[in-house]
């Protein structure tokens, strides 16, 4: 119930009411340049009032980004993918297949144009999704993302499963979260994920939850939903090229 009750009070609802948000899902994988170009658009239609707020889930091909906040010293093997620099919060991390990537394009304005409360609701909802799951996710004050217990490593061992990273141009959002869900781990050590040397990552596969992607989008979905209001399934977005 903790983690309902959590979840309850990060609630980032649209205080005047609006359209549900559209919630699309694209097969495949989805090029990381196309997509940042796509959300910025889509971010200034929303900020404009021209597109409704969406939600769109992605697989990436493996590759790394560089936050904002992203050390130089950070990036183990720069051969080993693809690096691209981008503008939202936060270090380097790693996008691949087995990871669900959700690109969050919300009005802020029509919730609270709060960025740490928007942020606690984002780590609310992947804590709720982790719950679904019986898997503990929990905050740390220090770092940004969700974080699980590992005793079977150490008394104070702990993975990270999830990263949040985000813009916000005009209280429009985008960029957003990716879950762990059976991405190979190994990837992860090209880099210093997110800075944070002391601690691993982890997957809910990893974890020993057998569970296909299809199944985390429904959890996501129910999880998003109690937290930021209803959504309505649309089309994923015809990207160039596709």
């Known amino acids: ?27 495949g994988l989805t090029p990381y340049e196309e997509a940042v170009a796509f959300m910025e658009a889509r971010a200034q239609a929303v900020a404009d009032g021209r597109a409704r707020e969406l939600v769109w889930l992605v697989e990436h091909p493996p590759l790394y980004t560089a936050g904002t906040s992203a050390q130089p010293t950070d990036l183990v093997d720069p051969d080993r993918f693809p690096v ?6 936060g270090q380097y991390t790693y996008h691949g297949p087995g990871q669900r990537v959700a690109y969050v394009m919300l009005d802020l304005r029509r919730r609270r144009p709060d960025l740490r409360r928007y942020v606690a609701a984002l ?45 916000v141009r005009r209280w429009a959002t985008f960029h957003g979260i990716s879950l762990n869900v059976e991405p190979d781990l190994s990837h992860f050590s090209g880099i210093v994920p997110c800075g ?35 959504t309505e399934r649309v089309e994923a977005p015809l990207l160039p090229g596709h």
């Open 196 to 230: 944070v040397t002391r601690h691993g990552v982890t997957s809910l596969v990893d974890l020993g939850i057998p569970v296909t992607m299809p199944e985390v989008d429904a959890v996501m979905r129910k999880a998003f939903e109690e937290i930021f209001g209803p």
């Open 123 to 167: 780590e609310a909802w992947l804590i709720e999704t982790l719950a679904a799951f019986n898997i503990r996710g929990e905050r740390r004050e220090d770092r940004v993302g969700v974080w699980v217990r590992r005793p079977d490593k150490g008394e104070t061992a702990e993975d990270k499963i999830a990263a949040i990273g985000i813009r």
């Open 1 to 27: 119930m903790s983690n309902l009750r959590d979840s309850l009070a990060d609630r980032f609802l649209s205080e005047g009411g609006s359209d549900c948000i559209e919630w699309a899902i694209a097969e």
């Open 84 to 89: 691209h620099q981008t503008g939202r919060g």
